[in-house]
């Protein structure tokens, strides 16, 4: 029997041009204690935050307003801390380029935010609720991570 190759390739999680299947998206947020590196600026010394760490451990998203709302709510911000784990000189722009996703899908036009002077505070407000996958600049470092937006009741 002779089996089509894009369904092997979709049966063994690969694109059919042979490079690796962009893997489903999943805010893997946690509610535990935050990394050390992320914990300057709290008066805890072991602060309980709901976050999400960078593919690569190289950024902390700090969630305040969770869950995170699509469309924002008139009465919380989405507002997230970003941490770098590593010092950053001198202070550059985080580039936050962020593209909904249906598992390992992109669904519709990604979206571009940029908080100024690098990683710290910012709002963070996305056009649809679901998935995003975000990948991340600054000082010449990049990381990716995945958000949760839901539906504001």
């Known amino acids: 029997m002779r089996v089509a190759p894009v369904l092997v390739a979709a049966l063994l999680g690969v694109a059919p041009s042979g490079a690796a299947a962009a893997p489903p998206c999943h ?8 990394p050390t590196w992320a914990r300057a600026g709290f008066s805890d010394p072991r602060p309980k935050m709901p976050h999400v760490l960078g593919r690569k ?12 709302l699509s469309p924002p709510s008139e009465n919380r911000a989405n507002k997230i801390l970003w941490v770098s784990r590593r010092p950053i000189k001198p202070p550059d722009k985080l580039r936050i380029r962020a593209q909904r996703m ?3 899908t992109p669904v519709g036009k990604h979206v571009v935010r940029v908080v100024v002077g690098g990683p710290g505070p910012s709002y ?7 998935c ?5 600049q600054w ?8 958000l949760d937006f839901v539906r504001r009741s």
């Open 27 to 34: 805010a893997a947020v946690r509610h535990g204690v935050l």
């Open 57 to 68: 451990g190289e950024i902390a998203a700090v969630i305040f307003g969770y869950p995170l």
């Open 102 to 104: 249906r598992g390992g």
């Open 124 to 130: 963070l407000n996305l056009p649809h609720q679901g």
């Open 132 to 136: 995003w996958r975000l990948s991340l």
């Open 139 to 146: 000082s010449g470092r990049s990381d990716e991570l995945d």
